[in-house]
């Protein structure tokens, strides 16, 4: 097989596929199409196998010409020899038979002879048998009247005894004369015999050889025929199936591809020496003319290449060095019986350093990749300057600096550009180097890089540090500490974000190439992407102070103090943003407290806004002074018309649930009823220190209940017992169990024995979170108090009006006893109109309760029905009315609360020496 025939074209290999099982062609023909294609081959003129065909006919046809010119006159040639043979042998044999001499010296010669002569001519197949007399008169002839006359021919040679041949041209055809002397007995011619033989007479040969002749003839041309059809196989074989044409057309592509391409092609034999090189090959290895033929180790090419090229093992660019060129060299062996191996050389010089500046420009598109995955992870704008360092560092700069201008550090629009800044981030590949640490102001003096870019908006680059002198300007001592540290140069870009400068960001480099003016596509990049997150993070910063503040505003300020409880509280707002969870203290008549703590879900300004309405809410219906379980009745109420009213004004926000525990705690009997929905129960610490979580019964969440019934649950608490309220914040966690949460609630309280509210609370955060809480966390303490007897009267109070006098009387003493005596004269107004009502409009049995709290005298009448009296101004011609405008003229507030028995109508008075004063000018006014 051929060069060619081994890289013949794969479409042409593939073409040759067996026929499939069943195809019609699954003959002989399609086991062997060769033999099918044998034929119309040797007859097509332009296939190599017909050609031949052609060409071998041709010979055949030659030599069979030319045996039968040879044939044709070595038969000529015979047959004129065989005629003078066959004439001289009649003419001799005539002459010298017995009888012949006597008959031409008769009288009568030609009728002695003439006889014999014609006998003689037809059994010899002569022409003619002619006796002559030795003067040259015929006496014999086949045409009688040739008889006698003479002939003109020299018969000297045949009288003197040698026979004489002539060839002649008759009129029969070519013809041989042979001519011989007739001697008597004394040796003296007496005559002439003359006999002569036309050539055609002598029987030819080539007739009978001519079979022969053509059969050897068809032999060679069938042995022709299959040599070529035998070659033609074997050159179809050695071709792929290729005809001439395409022979000729792969060869001539052959030649220009391998000649015009601009890769260097070599083809080597199984023993390594070159077969084959092309122009741009001889040129890569700089080749000598008669390179081809010689072991590629005598090339004088490198060892390393010559050891790969000899070796034929595969190889996929592999880099050598020929002189100045950069050879990119692949190796592919050749799967053939004869083998050997096929080399591609490329020219990667200049290959090589644009491959260079494609790694820079690709390791930039990664850097810009990564700082885009992460550069603004938080919305915390100091991680946010923290990430754009640790990506710049060390791909980009050796070293990265970050400030930003005061204003935006506080969420606030930064006010046109500032050189005033301070430094949030940096980071290095050194720890010593001479930069501010962090949260230094910073201040850029005028035609610093610094101020420059700050003032134009644009980056500026300072490539060599040294001799830089505006940068050396802004500070001398420093500059000088940098240059010697090994920083060579900067680029300080600004970080800007919707036309406002936000900061700006220096780049520095020590160890890598100094900056170029190719690096400030990049460095904006950066610093762009920066400043876009920065910006977020800063108006998020402003929406969630804007959010917190709103939060806290809603939010109880100062608790109000109270001798019922010692509170302690705290809120912490979740990382991601402002909630929904509440807490508040509410005083109640009676020295009672309401304690409640409540969670919207979601987190924003909507849950916020929500969380203020039921704060709101649940202070209008504590002043009812509604039992728990009604209470959160009414909230579920409040919650589901929210979002009714949302739903009908197109408004998505609507509330997605919220959840409250509230609590009625009472000093004097130190009775605590509580009710929930769907909130977390409460934990209770005892006076010896011990954790408990009482069963408290649980609704469905508000909003959610569907109007199911609230379970309220009694609790009965010692003095300077620790009352736990929380939300869900506290003990819940993204990975953490609420059980979890609760035994490590429970082991934290347990040890805060004999600590504060407000020191409780702190233990209490600093175990539970100690990272920032993804949610907000509500907290309230409360440590119960007990009022002493002393500070409680009480009566029963029969029905009859005659008992107020009796009563004001007892109620008059109790409060000389307390050291209230300037008081009583208002308080005997109060009891009289409240007792008055009781017994007059109420029913037994009727009872009278007094309390000393603090600065306030708490009088509290009880009757058993539950008809509310109301404030009416009474007019000039009214008997009555004017009982309960004077109670709510002389106390500082009253109301009426009902019991599971009736109502109890209570008031409360400030105990200071105004109380009189009112009264009178209250009485003077009324006149």
């Keep these: ?372 995955t992460r550069i603004g992870t938080t919305l915390d704008m100091q991680r946010t300057a923290e990430e754009l360092t640790e990506v710049a560092v060390p791909r980009f700069a050796d070293f990265a600096t970050v400030e930003l201008v005061e204003p935006v550090l506080q969420g606030g629009e930064p006010a046109g550009a500032s050189t005033e800044m301070r430094r949030i981030a940096a980071a290095g590949i050194r720890e010593d180097a001479p930069f501010h640490p962090v949260g230094t102001p910073m201040r850029y003096a005028p035609g610093s890089p610094v101020a420059v870019s700050l003032t134009t908006g644009r980056p500026v680059v300072v490539a060599h540090l040294a001799t830089a002198d505006g940068w050396r300007a802004q500070d001398p001592e420093w500059a000088r500490k940098v240059v010697e540290s090994g920083i060579h140069s900067m680029i300080s870009v600004p970080l800007q974000a919707r036309g406002q400068l936000l900061g700006v960001v220096e780049f520095w480099r020590s160890e890598q190439d100094p900056f170029e003016p190719d690096d400030l596509s990049p460095a904006e990049e950066l610093a762009a992407r920066a400043a876009v997150c920065i910006d977020n993070a800063r108006r998020y910063t402003r929406e969630h102070t804007t959010a917190v503040t709103l939060q806290r505003s809603l939010l109880p300020g100062a608790l109000p103090e109270l001798s019922a409880l010692e509170v302690g509280h705290r809120y912490l707002p979740a990382q991601a943003g402002v909630g929904g969870d509440w807490y508040d203290v509410i005083p109640l008549p009676g020295a009672r407290v309401a304690l409640v703590v409540g969670d919207v879900v979601g987190h924003g300004l909507h849950a916020a806004a929500t969380m203020g309405r039921l704060r709101t809410a649940v202070h209008n219906f504590a002043a009812l002074d509604l039992p728990p379980d009604e209470l959160l009745a009414h909230l579920d109420d409040l919650i589901t018309r929210i979002d009714q009213d949302a739903a009908a004004e197109g408004n998505t926000e609507a509330v997605a649930g919220a959840t409250c525990l509230y609590a009625v705690y009472d000093p004097v009997s130190g009775r605590c009823v509580l009710a929930r929905a769907g909130h977390p129960g409460p934990a209770l610490v005892s006076p010896d220190g011990s954790v408990t979580f009482p069963d408290i019964p649980v609704a469905p969440p508000l909003g959610v209940g569907g109007g199911l019934p609230v379970e309220t649950a009694v609790l009965r608490l010692a003095a300077d017992s620790r009352l736990v309220l929380y939300t869900d914040g506290l003990v819940e966690a993204r990975g953490r169990d609420i059980d979890v949460g609760l035994d490590m609630l429970k082991a934290a309280l347990a040890d805060t024995h004999g600590a504060t509210p407000d020191d409780t609370c702190r233990a209490v955060l600093d175990a539970m979170l100690r990272t920032r809480s993804s949610d907000d966390v509500a907290l309230l303490v409360a440590r119960t108090r007990l009022l002493d007897p002393d500070q409680v009267a009480e009566w029963e109070v029969p029905d009859d009006p005659a008992a107020v006098h009796w009563i004001r009387a007892e109620g008059t003493r109790k409060l000389e006893s307390w050291g209230l005596g300037e008081a009583a004269f208002t308080t005997e107004l109060i009891l009289s109109e409240l007792v008055t009502n009781a017994i007059r409009y109420g029913g037994s049995p009727i009872s009278l309760r007094l309390l000393r709290d603090g600065d306030s005298l708490i009088c509290e009448v009880a009757d058993g029905t539950s008809t509310s009296p109301h404030l009416r101004r009474a007019t000039f011609t009214d008997e009555g009315g004017r009982g309960l405008f004077l109670v709510a003229q002389l106390s500082r507030r009253w109301g009426t609360r009902y019991t599971d028995r009736g109502k109890i109508i209570w008031a409360e008075q400030a105990l200071d020496a105004g109380a009189a004063g009112d009264l009178s000018g209250l009485l003077m006014a009324d006149l």
């Design 1 to 372: 097989m051929g060069i060619l025939g081994r890289f013949a074209p794969a479409s042409r290999r593939r073409g040759r596929v067996p026929p499939k099982a069943g195809s019609s062609k699954a003959g002989p023909e399609a086991r062997h199409p060769a033999a099918g294609r044998r034929v119309p081959s040797l007859l097509n003129p332009r296939s190599a196998a017909g050609q031949v065909f052609l060409l071998q006919l041709v010979v055949v046809l030659l030599l069979i010409a030319t045996a039968l010119v040879v044939l044709v006159f070595q038969d000529r040639n015979r047959a004129i020899q065989e005629a003078g043979d066959r004439s001289l042998v009649a003419a001799e044999s005539f002459a010298n038979a017995p009888g012949t001499a006597e008959a031409m010296e008769s009288d009568d010669p030609t009728a002695a002879l003439q006889p014999h002569a014609e006998v003689v001519r037809k059994k010899t197949g002569v022409d003619y048998v002619v006796a002559l007399s030795p003067y040259g008169f015929r006496w014999t002839h086949p045409d009688p009247d040739q008889i006698g006359k003479h002939v003109s021919t020299s018969y000297g040679q045949a009288l003197e005894g040698e026979p004489h041949q002539t060839t002649f041209d008759s009129s029969l055809g070519k013809a041989v004369d042979s001519t011989v002397a007739v001697f008597d007995e004394k040796g003296n011619a007496v005559g002439l015999v003359t006999v002569g033989v036309t050539v055609d007479k002598v029987t030819s040969v080539v007739e009978d050889q001519l079979p022969v002749i053509f059969a050897a003839g068809g032999v060679a041309l069938l042995l022709a025929a299959g040599g070529s059809a035998l070659v033609s196989g074997r050159l179809r074989r050695q071709t792929r199936g290729l005809g001439p044409v395409e022979m000729t057309r792969m060869y001539e592509h052959h030649d220009a591809v391998l000649h015009a391409v601009r890769e260097g092609v070599i083809i080597l034999d199984v023993d390594g020496k070159l077969l084959l090189a092309n122009d741009e090959a001889r040129r890569l290895l700089a080749l000598p003319p008669e390179a081809e033929g010689r072991p590629v180790t005598r090339l004088g090419l490198s060892p390393a290449l010559a050891e790969l090229l000899g070796s034929g093992q595969a190889a996929t660019d592999r880099v050598f060095l020929a002189g100045e060129i950069l050879l990119a060299v692949s190796v592919r062996p050749v799967v053939g019986p004869q083998g050997g191996s096929v080399a591609t050389l490329r020219d990667t010089t200049e290959l090589s350093a644009l491959a260079g500046r494609a790694d820079v420009a690709g390791g930039r598109l990664r850097l810009l990749y990564e700082a885009s």
